[in-house]
DNA sequence: ATGAAAGCGCTAACAT
DNA sequence: ATGTTAGCGCTTTCAT
């Protein structure tokens, strides 16, 4: 019981360490960091006191020596949404892999707190920042010449000298675009979001792009409107009657698409029998809860955290930071209402 | 430009400070924190430096003398899912506003993973850990005799002795069943997830015990199943089979409210002119794209969140630990599918 | 009312 | 190969 890990006891220091294993304090430093030369046997010595005492170096003590602080800030813009959260999934796991603590901040789109926040954590002394948001939109920086390097994920920076990574959105379109073709649909449609969001207008153009290659457009022009299930189910019946014929329908996310799906049904037109339907997001609620369950386009939102967390740590590591915007590959995650022979 | 708060230059220590004001390096302390004896005029002209400076006293040198950290820990067991997310942002707005950090970690329901996250917050200083889950089954507690306070939210320790915070799923069940009654209906039908999951039972004993005072019983009995639209589509028919003068159906999640109402749709029920609908969670995209917008309890995940927090804040303060499991009220949202005169 | 000094736990020069 | 010393930035006695 006594020689536990975790003693409820006073904390053992290093000190402790020292003496336990008949070194000076010095010595014991060196020892548990694998530094300097000494004998295997008292670096083996002190190890094992160490060990027995359950001796946990401190890392206040460690970070205060101007050395490291083994953490990084992660703000968010975003009261953890839906797409932040993923993004900071990934990042943690990638973090807290290599040993990195995570400083967790929301700012809820103000930028006075966001201040505050990346003061705070200026303060803690971390050795990176991520800060994660909802939309594509570029928005000013978190603040110039920060002494420590910072990562915009899944949001942008103005500020083109910092590293901004972005979700493929012109590149998921065309995904969806060429797998529609590949199904052998011509006649293809577009219902998504507001114009005013840069997300829309590239997956728009991804998809015109892939359809004027083949020499197509899109069928009844793009529709823009809400994000919403309610839109879905309106731009449908828009669509249908300015193309009866639509034989398929991209849209511009998952819940424009179980919009769609419904007024579909309800119309009479069987998907993907009669009409081949794409999402985009692969929310896998709303994926997966729609009938027929829904072929989407995922961004991989993870991986744009797990890419913002090694692009840190590689230049905490020293490495030259790349600057500018980087777009990650989106992924077509094919269900039923694409499904040919349905 | 030299004198803004966040110099890219060395950092300003409180010897700088010191020096400034033309006082010793103790009494630039003391004037700093409000603290001993000094002339008005001294601590004015100190504070004064301290600004002009751009001073920010180092959050590591402080907790390293044995001081506070400001810094609590959350952990979370649900890879930032969709019940714990509402709960951590309760938790860091409560803190947030305290100037306390959080540090975040994620144990991916991994006991290794968590007892490596405990041990790292506790090196790290921290002041108290918030541990958040998805469900709210006991589960074994992080550690006992932790030198620091802990408190369980959206999830149940089994040690009696840590304080645990849970959503009222019984009085949310009976919530529901009140409302529906006020509303004049009396066969009212439940369909809810597994019967493996505690939130599932309390919210059927919920329903049932209000529908008991009143003389009445479940309609065609609760029906358990998976928490999906899919059950909820199936559930329906076997419902509608059972009793098919059902005159409200209470789900046990939004999700299943939703496939519930898909199947009455196309049953010809109108909602919630023939059956009302009420549903849990209040998920918005849920509840809100449903047909028509769904009526919900809502479990106040925030709130538990906030009080998490301010618990802890109250136990560091020095305040005695309430122990046990402490249940927070749910709220009952109002939407189309229950109001009357539709 | 102010200053000097010790020390939190640790590391990194510099001595031995 | 090991020990000694001087700090990191701050707070807190204890002198003055």
Not at 83 to 91: H, K, R, T
Not at 248 to 269: K, Y
Not at 321 to 331: D, I, L, Y
């Amino acid at each position: 019981m006594s020689n536990s890990t975790q003693d409820a006891g006073r904390t053992v220091t290093i000190r402790d360490v020292a003496a336990a294993a008949g070194v000076s304090i010095g010595t014991a430093s060196k020892a548990l960091n694998g530094v300097g030369r000494m004998r295997e046997e008292t670096r083996a010595r002190v190890t094992a006191a160490a060990r027995r005492l359950g001796f946990r170096p401190n890392p206040l003590a460690q970070g205060l020596l101007g050395g490291r602080t083994y953490t990084v800030g992660l703000i968010t813009c975003d009261s953890f949404g839906r797409f932040s959260i993923p993004v900071m999934l990934g990042a943690e796991d990638a973090l807290g892999d290599g040993q990195i603590s995570v400083l967790l901040c929301d700012t809820r789109d103000d930028p006075l707190r966001e201040r505050h926040h990346v003061e705070r954590l200026l303060d803690r002394r971390v050795e990176g920042i991520i800060v994660t948001g909802r939309r594509t939109e570029p928005r000013p920086g978190i603040g110039r010449d920060l002494p420590v390097p910072v990562v915009y994920a899944m949001t942008q920076s103005l500020d083109p000298s910092d590293l901004s990574l972005l979700p493929d959105d012109e590149g998921g379109g065309a995904l969806a675009a060429r797998h529609l073709l590949a199904t052998g649909r011509t006649r293809i449609g577009h219902i998504t979001g507001p114009h005013g969001f840069r997300a829309a207008r590239q997956r728009a153009a991804g998809l015109s792009g892939v359809l004027g290659e083949a020499g197509l457009r899109v069928a009844g022009d793009v529709l823009h409107g809400e994000w919403s299930e309610e839109w879905g189910r309106q731009g449908a019946d828009i669509l249908l009657q300015a193309d009866p014929d639509v034989e398929a329908i991209f849209c511009g996310s998952d819940q424009i698409a179980r919009g769609v799906a419904e007024t579909l049904r309800e119309r009479g037109r069987r998907v993907p029998g009669d009409v081949a339907l794409v999402g985009f997001d692969n929310w896998a609620p709303m994926a997966l809860g729609c009938r027929p369950p829904l072929t989407t386009v995922d961004m991989n939102l993870g991986e744009i955290g797990r890419l913002a967390a090694r692009h840190l740590l590689g230049v905490i590591a020293g490495q030259a930071g790349e600057t500018g915007v980087r777009t990650v590959p989106a992924r077509l995650v094919v269900r039923e209402s694409t499904r040919l022979g349905t």
